[in-house]
Structures are given as structure tokens and as C-alpha cells.
């Protein structure tokens, strides 16, 4: 290490320093010019940071101060773009600076584990599009249309506010410390880190989670396919045209990966003009007109069959389609808005924000809201690809800022556009939409009724206007859709055909929105099925060796059986649910997802506590303090308030009691077995809420205990085992940052002049 | 004209491999590279066998989706 010039492998100031190979350019910018490069401030660059601010800041004034009758769309998109660019310049250079200390100098597992297969040293741009496609989905599309429901400002806020600070740290943590352990997943660090308790709670809280959360979403897709012959018609199909995908990529002409996704994309618009016309048709509309619980029944059993299909059947061909619309689609929306720059009329705060019983989902603003967007502010669900996924392609250390914090940026920011586009519609359409059917009554006529008697400033909805909409997208009706979903395809219907078509292709946008947010959440719900059984799997092979063989049928498809069963019954809880399914349902996804996100953030925190870097700790711990009391203080509500609307073990006894003064109807429930219904959902759902948050204050304990652990350890000097695997020299070298620095230029030319026989160590590793 | 139609192509060609890239879709052409720089003996697998192989282990290793 002696003979390596210092200067030329960067200052000697990171701990554990490696030596790469003097015959090279170094692998990494000298730290000194890095250093000055940041801290040099041109004019050029203080006009720029200036403008940026000056912008974000006129924009968080027009949004949150100024109090007109209409506020611009684009007033979302400055000051959302540009908080997000300066939390990326200063906020993250300050994680990066005194948390992660990156070290390009070290070989990242890509490099020094690279097999060509699942380690892949990736560009990093490329990555950053790949990691943000297998993060992003239905999640920050639905939980701001619900959120809606409080107005505009605190949704907005929460995502803005919440991915810069919460969100996107954890992102970007968990992958930098995956990587730094050859990609290992979530639950291997939180074993390491916390033990055998800690970790078992973190793995049982884990599977339950993505139990709730796959029920949820699919639960979203029923609620949006429910007699809708259309949409049932052009969603079902993309089932033979994944499986045709998948035949002629295995078959036919196999690794042609673009030429199929475009073919299989044709494919589907045609499905999306077809269903149309199938469901005008009378036997289409015979044959397509389902109702929730069949629909229900339909994806759990193709739930199941997926699961246990080969993955080049149907799960990869879906994945390739459904990646190729998610970027497509993303792209579409961020255009048309900025093109058609809607006027929104939904006020700052509405009458719900200061009231409990909003007819979209129950509770105050705090903590509900902050549970109801999970998806683009902080969600728990990433933390399990940012560790295990990502980190194996990541090229150089540097990068993890731009692709995990960055990426995570990015999906707040279509959190952002799902929000803009719901709150585009007429505020009367929402709430007759979002409203269970047992508070609309399911007609236009009651629907409009009840909406005029919320007594809500400006909304005066006619029943003319509920069955004309329905009529312009090409359903049924629009009352009572709930889910988020079909109020996001009419809000983008709505801005797109002022850009493209007019009223004329407003069905066909909305069942085009329809169709996108159906496929990525089946693909969730098919993967979200896959790693759950290998998890289950897992665990049931402590007990039972034989259930470890991955490839033993019977093992793989019971524990397929068990998982779908259990998301199953979920699904069909919230289904059948008197109350409405999505309203009492959705805050469970929203704490289930949120308590992921406070275990990834305490193994961050165990992590960077055995680091030694105690004076910053508070970057971590801040999100997870957040996490932990808007989750516990939302679980305790729904576990203990005397509200009936609220507390699941509260709306238990009234219905109970009900149900024993021998009365045949309760609240929105007509029938005695409604009334029975809702006692056994109530109790399910207390129950569950009961065991998430005991899991993770276990999980929460544990890390704070490490912490002292360490904290203690530090003081005394004693020696802090290091999870992270061993330093290994780099070979190679790539910018960090979308576009390369001066000094990365210079040395980028350096390498470009290395012959390429020297830049890679020759065999030996295989 | 011609220059704008030529840049045209290239942004356009960018973007596809850009798309391709974040797809997988050069995960063959990756592979050789890999085969080649490291110096296998063996002959590397043929493009069929090796979507065939991703795709199959795949099947035991399944990577999330999120929401």
C-alpha cells in the first residue's frame, strides 16, 4: 500500500483505504480536486442555484399562500422539480459527505463479483431507469388521488417534504449498504445486524406486509375492473399476449427483447381499441360484465397459477411490457400537463383536513394522511430492491447517490403528476366517485344528492354530469369507483384529450390508464407472490430441511398455496366489506408499508451507529422517528378509538352490540350478515394491526439498542464486528452523476488511452 | 436538412438503446463482453441457452417488484 502514491488514489483521509493498481489511471477523482471542483462557486453557477431557489420558492408561495380561485398546474411541477433538485445538489452531497462516504477507489460487487449474469457492471444512467422501473408502479399513482380528499396542500407537501428527508434516504442507503455487502437483501442485513430475535421480527413482519400490500393492490384492480366489460375484456388479454411475448422470446427468436416488447405493445393498444368496441357489443358485454367478487376469485387464481408458471411464460414477457409502458406512460403525463397546464380549483385545505369522517378514508389529517401516501414520499417496499436488485449492477460507489436517492426522487415526482391529475377533475365527480357505494347509493341521482349535501364550498354536482362522464369514458357508470384508480384514468383522460383527441378519445386514455396501472400492479402481485414463497420457503426449512429445495415441487407449491390464500382472503374481505373495503383497507397498506420502511430505516441506522458516525446519525434517525410515531400513533387509533369510523375494535363492539340487541341493520350495513361481515373484517383487521406494530416495535427496540451498542463500544474502544465485506481495488472508473464533471471528463480521457487487455484482471476467478 | 435528419436518427437510436438498456435487452451482449474479458476457456453460451438460463434461474431467484 506504501509504494501507491497518495495523491494520485485520493487523500489518504477515508478509513480503510485500498490500494488500486499504479500502472492504471487512479479509479476514482482525487479527492482534493473533487473537493474544490464542489466548492467552487462560479457566477455562473450561483445565477443558476439562485434561479432554481428564487423559482421554487414563487411557486411554494403560490401553492401554499396565495389564495385564488384557481391555482396552475405548473406551479406543482416548479415547486416540486425544483425543491427536488436542490435537496439532490445539497441535501444528498451532505449524506453522501458524512454517511455513506462512497469510495470509488473500492470495487463494487458488480466488478469484483462480475458473472456476466447477475452481477453486471450497468451504465448508469441505464440503471437509473431500471431501478426506478422496478421501483415505481401503482403505488404513487393511487395514495395521492385518495390523499386528495384533505386538498391539494398537505398531499403535496407530505410528498415534497417527505421523500427529500425520508423517502429518498432510505432508498439510497439501503442500496449503499447492500452494496457494500455484495447486494445482500433486507432481511440478511437486519439478521446480521440485530440477531436472531430482531431478525426473526423483521422477517415475520416483512411477510405479512407484502401480504397486505399484494391484497391491496389487487384489490385496486378489481375495484377498477368491476363491471366494466372494457376493461375486464382488454386487461384479460394481456395475458395471452404475455404468453405469446414469452413463447417467441423462447422460441422464436429469443433475446430480441425490444422487438417483442414493441410488438407486444401494438398488441395491447389494440386490446385497449377492441375492448371497446367487444364491450358495445350485447354478448361482450354478456360475457365481460363481472362483478367484484368473480373478478376477485379470477386473480387469485391466476394469482396462484402465475406464481408457479415458469418466470419466461408470463412473468417476464408481462415485466418487459409493463416496464415499457410504465416509462412511456411517465413521460406522457409529465408532457400533457406541462403542455395543457390545467387549472385547479380544489382548495388548499378542504373541509376534511380538520375532520375525522372523510367519506375517502377515515382519521385526521395526522397520522392518516401520512399513511394514506406511502408511494412517493417513503415507502418501506423499496428498501427490498434497493438492497439485493440494484446494488449488483451498481458500477461505481459514487452512483448510488443519482440512482438511489435520484430514483427515488423521480417517483415522487409522478406521485406529484397522480396528484395534479386527480384534483384536475371537478371536486363533486371525486367524491361521487371515491365515496363507498353505501354512503352514494350507487345512482347518479343519489350520488349527486349526497354529494350536494356534504355541504363542500363551490361543489354543486348535477346527476347529468355523473352519467355524461361515464358516458364520455365508456362505462357504466362512474359512481362509487373507488380504489384511486379509475379517478387517476379520469383525471389523465381528462388532461389528455385536451392535448390529443379531444372528448372523443377520452374512453380510450381512460382505459388505456386503466390498463397500465393494471399491469403493473399484476406484476406486483405475481412477483410480490413469487419472493414471499421463497421467504416462506425459507423459514419453513428451519423446521422442515426438505422445504430449503428450492426446486421441490410440492414445497414450492404449498407455500404458493399459503401465500395466495392468505392475500386471498384479504382480497376478498375487502371485496365483500359492507363498509367499503378500500376506505377501511387502504390505511392498513399505508402502516404496513410505512413500518417496512421504520425496520429498513432502523437497520440503517444499527449500520451507520457501528460506522462510528454518531454526529449525523440524526439523518437517519429523523425519517425513522417520523416512521415509528405516524405508524404507531396510526395503528394505535385503529387499535384503540372510541370512534367507530376509526377504530376497527370500536366499530367491532358497535356492530356486536348491535348484532346482540338482535337488530337486523347497523350503520351501512342492510343485512345480518352484513353486520356479521363487518364484526369479522373489524376483528381481522384490529388483529393484524396489532401484530405489525408489536413486530415493529420489536424490530424499532432492537436497532435503538444497537445503536447504544455501539455508541457504548465506540466509547469504551472497543472493536465493532463490520458486516461489510472486504475492501477490493477498482479497475475501472465511471462518472457519478448524470453529467460528468471536469475532472471526471480528464479522467475518463486518462482511461480512454488504457489498452483495454489492462483494464480487467485476467481469469483465475472462475 | 440532411444534417437535422441524421441527428434526428441518432437521438432517436440513442433513445432506443437508452430503452433497451433499461428493458435488459443487452444483457447477451454483456454477457460475451464478460466471457470475453475474463478469459473462459469454454466457449460461451449461445444466445438461446442464455436466455434460456436467465430466465430459469430466475425461476428460483425472483426479483420484487414494487407497488
Known sequence: MAETPERRNGSSRREGAVATDPVLPPAAVDEDVREAEERKWTPGKIALWGAIALLGGVAWFMLAVIRGETVNAMWFVFASVCTYLIAYRFYSKVIERYITKPDDRRATPAEYKADGKDYVRTDRNVLFGHHFAAIAGAGPLVGPVLAAQMGYLPGTIWIIVGVVLAGAVQDYLVMFFSMRRGGRSLGQMAREEFGVVGGTAALIATLLIMVIIVAILALVVVNALGESPWGVFSVGMTIPIALFMGIYLRYLRPGKVMEVSIIGFVLLMAAIIGGGIVAETPWGADIFTLDRVTIAWGIIIYGFIAAILPVWLLLAPRDYLSTFMKIGVIVMLAVAIIAVRPEISVPAFSEFASRENGPVFPGALFPFLFVTIACGALSGFHALISSGTTPKLVEKERQTRFIGYGGMLMESFVAIM???????????????????????????????????????????????????TAENVGEESVVSRTGGAPTLALGLAHIMQQFIGGTAMMAFWYHFAIMFEALFILTAVDAGTRVARFMLQDSIGNFVPKFKEHSWRPGAWICTAIMVAAWGAVLLMGVTDPLGGINTLFPLFGIANQLLAAIALSVCLAIVAKRGTFKYLWIVALPLAFAAVVTITASYQKIFSPVPAVGYFANNAAFSKALAEGKTEFGTARTVTAMEAVVRNTAIQGWLSVIFVVLSIIVIATAVLATVKAFRSRAAGTAITDTEDPARPSRVFAPSGLVPTPAERQLLAEWEKVPADLRFERAGHH | MSTGLAALSTGFKGFARYLGGVLGADAYTKYLEHHRQAGHREPPMTEREFWRDRTDRQDSNPQGRCC
Open chain 1, 418 to 468: 397522480a396528484l395534479v391529475a386527480a384534483i384536475s377533475i371537478d371536486r363533486g365527480l371525486y367524491f361521487a366517485m371515491n365515496a363507498p357505494a353505501a354512503l352514494t347509493g350507487g345512482t347518479v341521482e343519489t350520488a349527486a344528492t349526497w354529494v350536494n349535501s356534504l355541504g363542500l364550498t363551490g361543489v354543486n354536482i348535477s346527476p347529468d354530469l355523473l352519467s355524461q
